[in-house]
């Protein structure tokens, strides 16, 4: 049986009714939460929905989300009334389980969400659904700068130079960035809309200037004027002052953070989660412990423009090979990639299965690899030309290139896979040891053959458990040699209708 809870806001005081409905007729026991409930056996279609870990049969990249409608039956007009309520932005809840099992308890709770919108037709609702994933789409930033700088006092810009542009901010560590110039008068620029916890460097066409002091707030910074060829900092704001007019490009060496352990993957998600408006409660403080023991290398990324929390999230998660989405149950979940070893939480047999298996080549490793080259340091602000003559020769090719490349191959894959190919990963990773050591440890993830495959089973197979992405699944099918063989789980898929659910294994 699949059951629905609803939650709409009924009147203009934003009044919250909740109305349950089910594909069958439906009581709660009155020791149930809620007690004695009804649920109006109207749901026609509840929909399908899915998450992967990546997309695309890939082993990399974005986290991706479908999400699909409910449709309730409308023939005798019972919910004619809620074309007149709100139900954007309200929650959704969708169950499994047996008509008498104790609900919620007994029940499998397959998805925790939203609602954007309804549509009503003459015999039916619809009602468009979406994961809580969708407020990573939005933009990461939103302060724009007000251009309404008094000259020579002010810290947002003129209304004819910056006025109107979005704030940049950096998380972790980065180098040579851009630097926004919020007062020309006083030459005063950002890094960071927000508080840093150094200003490494300040560089002037490459050349750097030497440290003053720093100010607590802006206002002081404002009133105190460096000496010549120095900087002053307001690291709580984010801003640095010059004291010289400088000769060319300004840009700068920024760590956010108050330490190491605050520049990881796993924090950095945890901080970005929190600033699109999760609670505490909603982030698997479990995972973040987790990811930071599987990869607790400082990174760093310099946000600018429109971009999207996801996009965001994206670059950093691919620097470790990780991934983040949020489970059925609405807490944000991450984890990194690694071979499937460990307790399976279930093993298929092949009377599980409601159809035959699947298999697939992943996009990404179909064949094995024999090089991994992992691309780290990334500078912000590439400078071929136009430097400082004091610059020296190293660091002009430093700033050259946007990249260094950590490199781990295995020539002995050859022997066997002729074609066996290499794989290079753009990462946020800041230093030449830690991208030495993910390159080593991708090379062994992809240099062994890995296979893919598709498998659908009953819902109630998972009955009680709270299926998440990268838990280990056994198969154990007299094919392909699949006799005790482990994946991980990069793809859930709910078929609801059928009460089934479409898994993606890799390994």
């Known amino acids: ?79 004619d009334s809620w074309t007149n309520y709100s139900f954007d932005g309200r929650p959704i809840t969708i169950y499994s389980g047996d008509p008498s099992s104790p609900f919620p308890s007994g029940f499998t709770k397959i998805f925790t969400g939203t609602m954007e919108s309804i549509e009503s037709s003459w015999d039916q609702v619809v009602i468009k659904i979406r994961d809580k994933q969708f407020v990573f789409s939005l933009p990461l930033l939103t302060t724009k700068y007000l251009g309404n700088n008094v000259a020579p006092n002010g810290f947002e810009g003129t209304a004819t130079d910056i006025k109107g542009q979005t704030k940049p901010r950096v998380y972790g560590k980065v180098y040579n960035i851009p630097c926004v110039p919020i007062n020309t008068s006083r030459l005063m620029y950002q890094v960071s809309d927000g508080p840093v916890q150094a200003i490494n460097a300040v560089y002037d066409k490459g050349a750097a200037f030497s440290f003053g002091a720093n100010y607590a707030t802006s206002a002081l910074l404002q009133a105190n004027s460096p000496v010549g060829g120095s900087y002053n900092t307001c690291l709580a704001e984010g801003l640095f002052r010059l004291g010289s007019s400088p000769a060319g490009s300004i840009t700068a060496d920024v760590t956010q953070g108050a330490t190491a352990a605050d520049r990881t993957v796993a924090q950095i998600v945890k901080s970005i989660a929190l600033a699109a408006g999760l609670t505490g409660g909603e982030i698997s403080a479990a995972d973040v412990t987790a990811m930071d023991a599987a990869n607790s290398s400082v990174v760093g990324v310099y946000v600018t423009g429109e971009t999207s929390f996801q996009d965001c999230l994206d670059q950093l998660l691919n620097s470790i090979g990780a991934y983040c989405g949020f489970d ?55 400078q071929s030309s136009d430097l400082a003559g004091s610059v020296t020769t190293p660091v002009r090719a430093f700033l050259e290139k946007e990249y260094r490349t950590a490199i781990a191959e295995d020539l002995v894959i050859k022997t066997q896979w002729l074609l066996a190919g290499e794989i290079t990963q753009d990462t946020l990773l800041t230093n030449e040891a830690d991208a030495l050591t993910e390159s080593a440890r991708q090379l062994a993830l992809y240099k062994v053959k890995r296979d893919l495959y598709e498998v659908v089973v009953d819902l109630s197979l998972f009955t009680g458990k709270s299926l998440k992405l990268l838990d280990v699944i056994e198969m154990s099918v007299p094919r392909f040699s699949l006799t005790g063989k482990k994946f991980r789980l990069i793809g859930i898929r709910y078929e609801i209708e059928a009460e089934s659910v479409r898994l993606t294994l890799w390994g």
């Open 1 to 79: 049986m699949i059951v629905c809870t609803i939650t709409a806001a009924i009147d203009a005081a934003g009044t919250l009714n909740t109305f349950y409905v089910s594909n069958d007729r439906f009581c709660t026991q009155p020791t149930d939460s809620p007690a004695n409930q009804f649920f109006n056996p109207s749901l026609m279609d509840p929909g399908s929905l899915g998450v992967s870990t990546f997309s695309d049969g890939r082993t990399s990249g974005g986290t991706r989300l479908e999400t699909g409608e409910v449709v309730l039956a409308n023939a005798d007009g019972q919910y």
């Open 328 to 382: 059925s149950t609405g807490v944000l979940r991450m984890g990194v990639l690694t071979a499937p070893t460990g307790t399976a939480i279930a093993t298929l047999q092949e009377f599980d299965l409601k159809d035959v298996p699947v298999r697939n080549t992943p996009k990404d490793n179909g064949i094995p690899v024999f090089r991994c080259s992992i691309n780290h340091s990334k500078i912000y602000t590439t």
